[in-house]
């Protein structure tokens, strides 16, 4: 034991050992904050906004409409809609994907609320300007960054003459989130 407190290698090889892994796990560590710094800032987010929502009921049957803008960096798959909690078939979700600024509202449309009159295929809508709307397939809807969706969505389940003035929820799911929105019953006026 007297040989190793006199000799003064002994103590610099433990300091020195020592010091040289701290400043391993340091570097490692910089190294591993650097990248997730630079990956996490160069990852772009999905984000959307949802305005203008509608939902109307005329007695016999009952029309949701709402305006979906992309304001995050990257496309978006909107893979359902469901209004108070009961999705919405894409065959009854007509849509027009606009890369123009849309500032009005969207009105309600007596002929998609009519079972006899309702399209099946492509309808002009006019909302400002005129506006093709498209019915939905079996396949999710892709929304581009920086474009704006407006969506009828004809017959929700659950929405019925007696839920005018109640507030219901409108619910967009994509494949990394799922977007909320309320909005009241309206009577539909033609």
């Known amino acids: 034991m007297r040989n190793i407190l006199k000799n003064r290698t002994a103590l610099s090889t433990v300091v020195t050992t020592l010091i040289i892994l701290v400043v391993s796990v340091l570097l490692a560590g910089v190294v591993t904050y650097f990248a997730i710094n630079v ?10 906004a949802m305005t203008k929502q509608h939902i109307w009921d005329d007695q016999t049957n009952a029309l949701g409409a709402i305006m979906i803008t992309n304001t995050g960096g990257r496309d978006v798959v909107i893979s359902k809609v469901a209004i108070r909690g009961q999705a919405s078939p894409w065959t009854n979700v007509f ?9 009005v509202d969207i009105p309600f449309n007596k002929t998609l609320c009519d079972a006899a ?6 309808f002009l809508q006019t909302i400002g300007t005129g506006y093709n709307f498209t019915a939905g397939t079996t396949n999710p809807l892709v929304l581009p960054s920086g474009q704006t969706m407006l969506m009828y969505i004809k017959s929700p389940d659950s929405i019925s003459v007696n839920d005018i003035g109640l507030t219901v929820a409108i619910t967009v799911f994509t494949s990394q989130a799922m977007y909320y929105k309320e909005t009241n019953v309206e009577a539909a006026v033609s």
């Open 39 to 48: 990956t996490s800032t160069r990852v772009q987010e999905e984000n959307l």
């Open 95 to 103: 849509y027009n994907i606009s890369a123009t600024a849309i500032t």
């Open 117 to 122: 009159t309702a399209p099946t295929g492509i």
